[in-house]
Protein backbone atom coordinates (compact mmCIF):
# COMPACT_ATOMS: atom_id res chain seq x y z
CA UNK A 1 0.00 0.00 0.00
CA UNK A 2 1.65 3.48 -0.95
CA UNK A 3 1.82 5.78 1.76
CA UNK A 4 0.61 9.28 -0.24
CA UNK A 5 1.44 12.50 1.23
CA UNK A 6 -1.71 14.58 2.08
CA UNK A 7 -2.72 17.53 -0.07
CA UNK A 8 -3.53 20.61 2.34
CA UNK A 9 -7.58 21.33 2.42
CA UNK A 10 -9.48 24.59 3.19
CA UNK A 11 -12.98 24.94 3.71
CA UNK A 12 -14.60 28.44 3.14
CA UNK A 13 -11.43 29.64 1.09
CA UNK A 14 -12.53 32.95 -0.56
CA UNK A 15 -11.99 33.99 -4.09
CA UNK A 16 -9.38 36.63 -2.95
CA UNK A 17 -7.83 34.90 -0.69
CA UNK A 18 -7.52 31.78 -3.10
CA UNK A 19 -5.70 33.98 -5.64
CA UNK A 20 -3.99 36.03 -3.55
CA UNK A 21 -2.30 33.99 -1.37
CA UNK A 22 -2.94 29.74 -2.61
CA UNK A 23 -2.70 29.98 -6.71
CA UNK A 24 0.66 31.67 -6.21
CA UNK A 25 2.42 29.30 -4.26
CA UNK A 26 1.65 26.49 -7.50
CA UNK A 27 0.95 23.72 -5.17
CA UNK A 28 -2.08 22.02 -4.67
CA UNK A 29 -4.89 22.11 -2.39
CA UNK A 30 -8.73 20.55 -2.07
CA UNK A 31 -11.58 23.31 -1.12
CA UNK A 32 -13.97 21.03 0.35
CA UNK A 33 -18.17 22.17 -0.06
CA UNK A 34 -16.45 24.63 -3.04
CA UNK A 35 -19.82 24.02 -4.93
CA UNK A 36 -22.14 22.62 -1.82
CA UNK A 37 -24.47 25.04 -2.87
CA UNK A 38 -24.74 23.99 -6.55
CA UNK A 39 -28.06 22.74 -7.12
CA UNK A 40 -26.65 20.14 -9.54
CA UNK A 41 -24.40 18.99 -6.68
CA UNK A 42 -27.69 18.34 -4.05
CA UNK A 43 -29.10 16.53 -7.21
CA UNK A 44 -26.37 14.30 -7.82
CA UNK A 45 -26.75 13.26 -3.67
CA UNK A 46 -30.15 12.63 -4.02
CA UNK A 47 -29.54 9.80 -7.01
CA UNK A 48 -28.32 9.03 -9.95
CA UNK A 49 -31.63 9.51 -11.63
CA UNK A 50 -32.09 12.96 -10.19
CA UNK A 51 -28.64 14.08 -11.24
CA UNK A 52 -29.51 12.73 -15.25
CA UNK A 53 -33.43 14.36 -14.89
CA UNK A 54 -31.42 17.70 -13.70
CA UNK A 55 -29.00 18.20 -16.40
CA UNK A 56 -31.61 17.30 -19.12
CA UNK A 57 -33.89 20.09 -18.20
CA UNK A 58 -30.79 22.34 -19.69
CA UNK A 59 -30.29 20.07 -22.50
CA UNK A 60 -30.60 22.11 -26.24
CA UNK A 61 -30.01 18.84 -28.75
CA UNK A 62 -26.46 19.13 -29.38
CA UNK A 63 -24.21 16.19 -29.49
CA UNK A 64 -21.26 15.89 -27.53
CA UNK A 65 -17.71 14.02 -27.54
CA UNK A 66 -18.49 10.42 -26.12
CA UNK A 67 -15.74 7.66 -25.38
CA UNK A 68 -16.11 3.98 -24.54
CA UNK A 69 -13.55 1.25 -23.70
CA UNK A 70 -14.75 -2.11 -23.92
CA UNK A 71 -14.50 -3.96 -20.21
CA UNK A 72 -10.98 -5.51 -21.04
CA UNK A 73 -9.91 -1.88 -21.14
CA UNK A 74 -10.01 -2.35 -17.09
CA UNK A 75 -11.61 0.99 -17.06
CA UNK A 76 -8.76 2.50 -18.30
CA UNK A 77 -8.49 5.36 -21.22
CA UNK A 78 -5.28 4.36 -23.02
CA UNK A 79 -3.27 3.50 -25.64
CA UNK A 80 -3.94 0.14 -27.46
CA UNK A 81 -1.21 -3.06 -26.08
CA UNK A 82 0.92 -2.06 -29.02
CA UNK A 83 0.78 1.65 -28.62
CA UNK A 84 -0.21 1.99 -32.42
CA UNK A 85 -3.46 3.37 -31.14
CA UNK A 86 -5.97 3.75 -28.35
CA UNK A 87 -8.01 1.03 -26.52
CA UNK A 88 -11.06 2.89 -26.73
CA UNK A 89 -13.71 4.47 -29.57
CA UNK A 90 -14.57 8.05 -29.78
CA UNK A 91 -17.81 9.19 -31.48
CA UNK A 92 -20.55 12.05 -30.78
CA UNK A 93 -23.71 11.03 -29.26
CA UNK A 94 -27.02 13.13 -27.95
CA UNK A 95 -26.63 14.01 -24.38
CA UNK A 96 -30.05 12.85 -23.26
CA UNK A 97 -28.89 9.16 -24.89
CA UNK A 98 -25.74 9.13 -23.24
CA UNK A 99 -27.15 9.70 -19.95
CA UNK A 100 -29.74 7.00 -19.78
CA UNK A 101 -26.97 4.51 -21.48
CA UNK A 102 -25.22 5.90 -18.49
CA UNK A 103 -28.23 4.69 -15.77
CA UNK A 104 -28.65 1.46 -17.55
CA UNK A 105 -25.61 0.29 -17.41
CA UNK A 106 -25.55 0.89 -12.84
CA UNK A 107 -26.68 -2.73 -12.77
CA UNK A 108 -24.70 -4.94 -15.05
CA UNK A 109 -21.49 -6.67 -13.56
CA UNK A 110 -19.73 -6.70 -16.93
CA UNK A 111 -19.42 -3.18 -18.75
CA UNK A 112 -17.79 -0.85 -20.77
CA UNK A 113 -16.11 2.70 -19.41
CA UNK A 114 -18.29 5.57 -21.57
CA UNK A 115 -17.57 9.19 -20.42
CA UNK A 116 -18.36 12.29 -21.86
CA UNK A 117 -15.72 14.68 -22.09
CA UNK A 118 -14.43 17.75 -22.20
CA UNK A 119 -18.09 19.20 -22.98
CA UNK A 120 -19.42 22.82 -23.15
CA UNK A 121 -21.99 23.34 -20.88
CA UNK A 122 -23.03 26.87 -22.37
CA UNK A 123 -23.35 25.19 -25.91
CA UNK A 124 -25.28 21.67 -24.87
CA UNK A 125 -26.81 22.84 -21.52
CA UNK A 126 -27.74 26.82 -21.57
CA UNK A 127 -28.05 27.90 -18.24
CA UNK A 128 -26.80 25.46 -16.60
CA UNK A 129 -24.19 27.14 -15.64
CA UNK A 130 -25.68 30.23 -14.82
CA UNK A 131 -27.57 28.46 -11.66
CA UNK A 132 -23.92 26.21 -11.41
CA UNK A 133 -21.00 28.57 -11.14
CA UNK A 134 -18.30 30.17 -8.64
CA UNK A 135 -17.07 33.64 -8.18
CA UNK A 136 -13.54 32.25 -8.22
CA UNK A 137 -13.82 32.28 -12.33
CA UNK A 138 -15.94 34.41 -13.92
CA UNK A 139 -16.02 34.69 -17.34
CA UNK A 140 -14.04 31.59 -17.89
CA UNK A 141 -15.57 28.85 -19.69
CA UNK A 142 -15.91 25.42 -17.51
CA UNK A 143 -15.87 22.26 -18.98
CA UNK A 144 -18.13 19.48 -18.23
CA UNK A 145 -17.03 15.81 -17.52
CA UNK A 146 -19.32 12.90 -16.82
CA UNK A 147 -18.98 8.80 -16.85
CA UNK A 148 -18.66 5.60 -14.90
CA UNK A 149 -15.99 4.06 -13.19
CA UNK A 150 -13.04 4.96 -15.13
CA UNK A 151 -9.18 5.79 -15.00
CA UNK A 152 -7.42 8.47 -16.68
CA UNK A 153 -3.75 7.94 -16.48
CA UNK A 154 -1.16 10.38 -14.94
CA UNK A 155 -0.72 13.50 -17.74
CA UNK A 156 -0.20 17.06 -17.32
CA UNK A 157 -1.80 20.33 -18.56
CA UNK A 158 -0.34 23.44 -19.81
CA UNK A 159 -2.61 25.70 -17.35
CA UNK A 160 -4.02 26.03 -13.87
CA UNK A 161 -6.84 24.07 -13.37
CA UNK A 162 -9.90 24.16 -10.63
CA UNK A 163 -11.71 20.51 -10.85
CA UNK A 164 -14.97 20.38 -8.85
CA UNK A 165 -16.88 17.03 -7.97
CA UNK A 166 -20.25 17.13 -8.99
CA UNK A 167 -21.50 13.80 -8.47
CA UNK A 168 -19.81 10.17 -7.22
CA UNK A 169 -16.38 10.12 -5.61
CA UNK A 170 -12.96 10.76 -7.46
CA UNK A 171 -9.68 10.01 -6.58
CA UNK A 172 -6.76 12.35 -7.78
CA UNK A 173 -3.18 11.34 -7.36
CA UNK A 174 -0.76 13.72 -7.96
CA UNK A 175 3.03 14.09 -9.01
CA UNK A 176 4.87 17.51 -8.70
CA UNK A 177 6.77 18.88 -12.43
CA UNK A 178 10.15 17.81 -10.56
CA UNK A 179 9.01 13.54 -10.60
CA UNK A 180 8.47 13.96 -14.70
CA UNK A 181 11.02 12.10 -15.55
CA UNK A 182 10.60 9.66 -12.96
CA UNK A 183 6.82 9.01 -14.50
CA UNK A 184 8.56 7.80 -18.17
CA UNK A 185 6.42 10.27 -20.06
CA UNK A 186 5.01 9.38 -23.25
CA UNK A 187 4.81 11.39 -26.56
CA UNK A 188 4.17 14.96 -26.65
CA UNK A 189 2.86 14.43 -30.00
CA UNK A 190 1.04 10.93 -29.82
CA UNK A 191 -1.28 10.92 -26.77
CA UNK A 192 -4.42 9.07 -25.92
CA UNK A 193 -6.19 12.08 -24.99
CA UNK A 194 -4.60 15.57 -26.18
CA UNK A 195 -2.23 15.18 -22.87
CA UNK A 196 1.24 13.94 -22.70
CA UNK A 197 0.88 11.18 -20.11
CA UNK A 198 2.94 8.83 -18.26
CA UNK A 199 3.57 5.12 -19.60
CA UNK A 200 3.53 3.65 -16.07
CA UNK A 201 0.36 1.95 -14.92
CA UNK A 202 0.06 2.96 -11.78
CA UNK A 203 -1.97 0.20 -10.34
CA UNK A 204 0.44 -2.32 -11.63
CA UNK A 205 3.77 -0.66 -12.27
CA UNK A 206 7.08 -2.78 -13.91
CA UNK A 207 9.63 -1.63 -11.76
CA UNK A 208 12.00 -3.52 -14.10
CA UNK A 209 11.14 -1.39 -16.96
CA UNK A 210 10.41 1.70 -15.18
CA UNK A 211 12.20 1.87 -11.72
CA UNK A 212 12.64 5.42 -11.31
CA UNK A 213 8.80 5.15 -10.89
CA UNK A 214 9.21 4.55 -6.94
CA UNK A 215 10.72 7.32 -6.72
CA UNK A 216 7.63 9.06 -8.09
CA UNK A 217 5.77 7.30 -5.62
CA UNK A 218 7.33 8.60 -2.96
CA UNK A 219 6.69 11.87 -3.89
CA UNK A 220 3.22 11.55 -4.86
CA UNK A 221 0.02 13.36 -3.35
CA UNK A 222 -3.46 11.78 -2.97
CA UNK A 223 -7.23 13.25 -2.15
CA UNK A 224 -10.75 11.83 -2.32
CA UNK A 225 -13.54 14.18 -3.13
CA UNK A 226 -17.15 14.11 -3.26
CA UNK A 227 -19.25 15.87 -4.50
CA UNK A 228 -18.84 19.71 -3.91
CA UNK A 229 -15.34 19.00 -3.22
CA UNK A 230 -13.17 20.55 -5.40
CA UNK A 231 -9.17 20.40 -5.95
CA UNK A 232 -6.54 22.49 -7.27
CA UNK A 233 -4.24 21.08 -9.82
CA UNK A 234 -1.33 23.85 -10.71
CA UNK A 235 -0.36 23.73 -14.25
CA UNK A 236 2.24 21.07 -15.24
CA UNK A 237 1.55 19.06 -12.11
CA UNK A 238 0.80 15.03 -13.00
CA UNK A 239 -2.42 14.04 -12.00
CA UNK A 240 -3.42 10.41 -12.29
CA UNK A 241 -7.78 10.39 -12.12
CA UNK A 242 -9.93 7.48 -11.55
CA UNK A 243 -13.69 7.77 -11.12
CA UNK A 244 -15.01 5.25 -8.11
CA UNK A 245 -18.91 5.29 -8.23
CA UNK A 246 -20.95 4.26 -11.71
CA UNK A 247 -22.39 7.56 -12.22
CA UNK A 248 -19.18 10.73 -11.99
CA UNK A 249 -19.63 14.03 -12.76
CA UNK A 250 -16.90 17.11 -12.75
CA UNK A 251 -16.21 20.10 -13.99
CA UNK A 252 -13.32 22.46 -14.31
CA UNK A 253 -12.03 25.66 -15.15
CA UNK A 254 -8.38 25.96 -16.97
CA UNK A 255 -6.74 29.58 -16.41
CA UNK A 256 -3.63 31.11 -17.16
CA UNK A 257 -1.95 33.03 -20.02
CA UNK A 258 -2.14 29.94 -22.18
CA UNK A 259 -5.90 29.42 -22.27
CA UNK A 260 -7.28 32.85 -22.14
CA UNK A 261 -8.87 33.71 -25.03
CA UNK A 262 -7.18 36.70 -26.67
CA UNK A 263 -3.81 35.50 -25.61
CA UNK A 264 -1.29 35.25 -28.49
CA UNK A 265 1.10 31.85 -29.17
CA UNK A 266 2.57 29.91 -28.96
CA UNK A 267 1.69 28.24 -25.53
CA UNK A 268 4.28 26.77 -23.29
CA UNK A 269 3.99 23.80 -24.44
CA UNK A 270 4.59 24.79 -28.54
CA UNK A 271 7.80 26.75 -26.89
CA UNK A 272 8.97 23.64 -25.70
CA UNK A 273 8.46 21.68 -28.90
CA UNK A 274 9.80 24.64 -30.98
CA UNK A 275 13.08 24.22 -28.36
CA UNK A 276 12.98 20.50 -29.05
CA UNK A 277 13.62 20.91 -32.83
CA UNK A 278 16.21 23.70 -32.23
CA UNK A 279 18.53 21.61 -30.14
CA UNK A 280 18.01 18.12 -31.48
CA UNK A 281 21.56 17.60 -32.60
CA UNK A 282 23.29 19.63 -29.77
CA UNK A 283 25.49 17.75 -27.61
CA UNK A 284 25.28 17.21 -23.81
CA UNK A 285 27.91 19.91 -22.69
CA UNK A 286 26.04 22.38 -25.40
CA UNK A 287 22.55 21.44 -23.80
CA UNK A 288 24.03 22.51 -20.64
CA UNK A 289 25.17 25.65 -21.89
CA UNK A 290 21.80 26.69 -23.14
CA UNK A 291 20.07 25.53 -19.51
CA UNK A 292 22.38 28.16 -18.17
CA UNK A 293 20.95 30.52 -20.51
CA UNK A 294 17.18 29.53 -20.10
CA UNK A 295 17.47 29.82 -16.17
CA UNK A 296 19.18 33.54 -16.51
CA UNK A 297 16.34 34.45 -19.75
CA UNK A 298 13.11 32.41 -19.19
CA UNK A 299 13.12 31.14 -15.69
CA UNK A 300 14.96 33.74 -14.05
CA UNK A 301 16.89 31.37 -11.50
CA UNK A 302 18.90 33.93 -9.84
CA UNK A 303 17.56 37.53 -11.00
CA UNK A 304 15.86 38.86 -13.57
CA UNK A 305 17.64 40.36 -15.79
CA UNK A 306 14.75 43.35 -16.61
CA UNK A 307 15.71 44.85 -13.18
CA UNK A 308 19.53 46.29 -14.08
CA UNK A 309 18.73 46.18 -18.46
CA UNK A 310 17.87 49.65 -19.37
CA UNK A 311 14.35 49.96 -20.19
CA UNK A 312 14.54 50.92 -23.67
CA UNK A 313 16.71 48.23 -24.77
CA UNK A 314 14.85 45.46 -22.71
CA UNK A 315 12.92 44.07 -26.05
CA UNK A 316 11.41 40.87 -25.22
CA UNK A 317 12.24 41.18 -21.68
CA UNK A 318 9.87 43.77 -21.68
CA UNK A 319 6.33 45.37 -22.41
CA UNK A 320 5.29 44.74 -26.04
CA UNK A 321 3.23 46.40 -28.13
CA UNK A 322 0.72 44.20 -30.46
CA UNK A 323 2.32 45.89 -32.95
CA UNK A 324 5.84 44.18 -31.31
CA UNK A 325 3.87 41.21 -31.13
CA UNK A 326 2.68 40.36 -34.52
CA UNK A 327 6.20 41.68 -35.96
CA UNK A 328 7.69 38.64 -33.66
CA UNK A 329 5.28 36.08 -34.75
CA UNK A 330 6.35 37.24 -38.33
CA UNK A 331 10.15 37.06 -37.92
CA UNK A 332 10.01 33.30 -35.55
CA UNK A 333 7.10 32.15 -38.71
CA UNK A 334 9.47 33.17 -41.69
CA UNK A 335 12.94 31.16 -39.81
CA UNK A 336 9.99 28.29 -39.32
CA UNK A 337 9.69 28.15 -43.16
CA UNK A 338 13.29 27.59 -43.85
Not at 147 to 173: K, L, P, Q, T, W
Not at 284 to 295: E, G, L, V, Y
Not at 310 to 338: I, M
Request: hydrophobic letters at 40%; one cysteine or more; glycine letters at 6%.
Amino acid sequence: MTAYKKIPEYRDLSADEFFSDVAPEQRPVVIRDFAKCWPVVNAAKQSSLAFANYLCQFYSGGKARIFVAPPNANKRFYYSDDMAGVNYIAGEERVDLFLGRLLELIDREVYPAISMQNALPSSLLPGFTDQNCSDFFKGVEPRLWIGNEGIVSAHYDGADNMACVVAGRRRFILFPPEQTANLYPGSLNYTPAGAPTSLVNLDAPDYDRYPRFKTALANAYCAELEPGDAIFIPLLWWHHVESLAKVNALMNCWWNASSLKGETPPSPLDSLNIALLAMRNLNQKQRNAWRSMFDHYVFKQVEDPAAYIPKQHLHLLGDLSADDVNTLRQQFGDKLKL
